[in-house]
């Protein structure tokens, strides 16, 4: 196993490999500012890129590309209240109450931190515990499916706000919606109405930016005053305080996210909102 790391972070570090990571974060980054861009659309809209480049080199750029996307979708989340992807929903719970507060500027570092400090130990943790959980996830049946499931959803009327009712409500409709497109036990259709487009079921980004994107511009519309536009962003690495208060947090998500990130089905918003 040390062998082939050695081997692989000989590969990455070269100059040009170097070069080309920068570009896919670069790249990577602009794109998934932009709202409904994630990093799926994000690797598929710059694949042609790679065309030309060796396989190793084109891999460390893809791994760019999607680590910048990633990012990209919280400076939305942050800054306009829209996430960017489905990961960055939670992003907009604190994020951007932190950003009306003016520390948009340390919202944006720490959420930068963040995501390296939990990708480089998540991988550290991949490289020593993967052989070993590889057939403890293989053992994934439908219970354990349904379980994971109905956690994420416990999670999320749990830490809704207002009414419990409510949230449940929503938490049941989120599964109606979920149910809609192709049955893969049986091969039948549900729900979709005999329009085709509906086969593959509701895709997340648009349904993201239609619940999260359109309802701020409603609620901004029926404000009277000035709207508050956050485009003077300063201070960008946080205080010493700001990390001090965020290591603890940020160590818990690295944890929650490598643990549900290693079982089948988990992804990233079960982890996001888990943490």
Request: proline content about 5%.
């Amino acid at each position: 196993m040390w062998d082939h790391l050695i081997l692989g972070f000989t590969v990455a570090s070269k100059p040009i490999n170097l070069l080309y990571c920068f570009l896919g974060c670069f790249y990577g980054t602009f794109v998934g500012v932009l709202p409904g861009f994630g990093p799926t659309a994000a690797i598929a809209l710059l694949l042609p890129i790679t065309f030309g480049m060796t396989p190793e080199s084109a891999v460390i750029m893809l791994a760019g590309i999607y680590y910048g996307a990633m990012y990209g979708g919280s400076t939305t989340s942050i800054l306009v209240n829209i996430p960017g992807e489905a990961a960055s929903v939670v992003t907009t719970f604190d994020g951007y109450q932190m950003a009306k507060q003016g520390k948009a500027g340390p919202a944006l570092g720490i959420a930068a931190i963040g995501s390296f400090i939990a990708g480089t130990l998540t991988i550290m943790g991949l490289f020593v515990v993967a052989p070993l959980l590889a057939n403890f996830a293989l053992q994934f049946g439908p219970p354990e499916f349904f379980s994971l499931m109905l956690l994420g959803l416990t999670i999320v009327v749990y830490i809704s706000f207002g009414s419990v009712l409510k949230a449940v409500i929503m938490g049941c409709l989120g599964v109606a919606l979920g149910c809609i497109g192709w049955d893969y036990v049986s091969g039948n259709t549900r729900i979709t109405l005999g329009i085709e487009y509906l086969y593959d079921g509701i895709p997340v980004v648009p349904a993201l930016m239609g619940l999260f994107g359109i309802s701020e511009v409603l609620l901004n519309l029926e404000k009277r005053k000035r709207l508050e536009v956050f485009k003077d962003v300063k201070n960008l690495w946080p205080s010493l305080k700001d990390f001090r208060e965020s290591i603890l947090p940020i160590l818990r998500g690295s944890g929650i996210g490598f643990f549900l990130g290693l079982l089948p089905g988990g992804g990233t918003v079960v982890s996001t909102f888990a943490s």
